[in-house]
């Protein structure tokens, strides 16, 4: 009975070590999930008229995650709206579907120039259960002080990238 128990003992140990190396396993082939389900649509801004119009839109991409992630922009002189050389004030802004604490998201950001855009990485916390966040894109342009830009369809292209958080 002795050689039983110790063979019911030593199999309870070898399944166990089993299913810990599944875990290990899974976890080493599945790895972490991450990616743009889509890329953002063209945003389309209402025309601008006067020297103090300020024209406004935005577009949403959904971002899968199962962990935390940051998202930083290029902010490369192609993210300005620009047109035959003439260009126009250009921000932008992300916010979340989310707010990071009860749903998968962030708190978002204010509007900043092309240029700074984004230069510090925006967290967005992964909430169990909610692999899924809609980010939202938001533009706005204007002319500069006392100046009104030539008529003329201007263009822009803002890259955003999402990495794991402290990476």
């Known amino acids: 009975m ?8 030593l199999m309870l140990g070898y399944i166990l070590l089993v299913l ?13 999930i991450m990616y ?7 945003i389309v801004l209402p025309s601008i008229a006067s ?12 971002l899968s995650i199962d962990g935390d992630v940051e998202i930083s922009a290029e902010n490369s002189a192609t993210a300005q709206l620009s047109c035959a ?10 916010t979340f ?3 990071g604490s009860s749903a998968t998201g962030g708190s978002g950001t204010n509007y900043e120039t092309y240029d700074t855009f984004l230069t510090t990485a925006a967290p967005v916390r992964h909430k169990i259960g909610d692999d899924d966040v809609q980010v939202t894109l938001h533009v706005k342009a204007s002319n500069y002080a006392n100046d009104l830009a030539n008529a003329g369809t201007y263009m822009a292209t803002q890259t955003l990238t999402a990495h ?4």
């Open 2 to 9: 002795y050689t039983d128990l110790n063979k019911i003992k």
């Open 97 to 99: 579907d989310g707010d």
């Open 36 to 42: 743009w389900d889509s890329n953002f649509g063209p």
């Open 20 to 32: 810990v190396l599944i875990s290990v396993w899974t976890e080493l082939l599945v790895g972490q």
């Open 51 to 62: 020297k103090n119009q300020v024209s406004e839109g935005s577009s949403y991409a959904n």
């Open 85 to 94: 050389g003439d260009t126009l004030i250009t921000e932008y802004k992300l």
């Open 164 to 167: 794991w958080a402290g990476h």
